[in-house]
């Protein structure tokens, strides 16, 4: 499997960013899959998932009603569109498949990842 985000940048508070990724290597539709992020000096954090067929989301409580999360199973991407962006929100984020244990944070499979820097 291969994952490979896009759409990181340098952004203001406030703004707004639109992350892809695409997916290649396994049934996309088949595979829930999520967002995950890692600040620099700490730990690997989930921030959103998504039921193989799109319907059903979960967010983490820090971006709930400020990210969506959503699918195209035919373009096999996933996306996240963050909004309302806050200086907390900067991490190199990454996509991620195959959760191991039950747990995101422990993908079987997650892509190199994308920068987000919110800064003034």
């Known amino acids: 499997a291969q994952l490979v985000e896009s759409g990181g940048g340098l952004v203001q508070p406030g703004g707004s960013l639109r992350l892809s990724c695409t997916a290649s290597?396994?049934?996309?539709?088949?595979?829930?899959m999520a967002w995950l992020r890692q600040a620099p000096g700490k730990g690997l954090e989930w921030v959103t998932s998504?039921?193989?067929?799109?319907?059903?989301?979960f967010y983490a409580d820090s971006v709930k009603g400020r990210f969506t999360i959503s699918r195209d199973n035919a373009e096999s991407t996933l996306f996240l569109q963050m909004t309302d962006l806050k200086v907390e929100d900067t991490a190199l984020y990454y996509c991620?498949?195959?959760?191991?244990?039950?747990?995101?944070?422990?993908?079987?499979?997650r892509g190199r990842g994308t920068q987000v820097t919110v800064s003034t």
């Open positions: 991620a498949s195959d959760p191991m244990g039950g747990t995101w944070l422990r993908p079987r499979f």
């Open positions: 290597g396994f049934t996309f539709s088949r595979a829930p």
């Open positions: 998504i039921s193989a067929d799109g319907t059903v989301p």
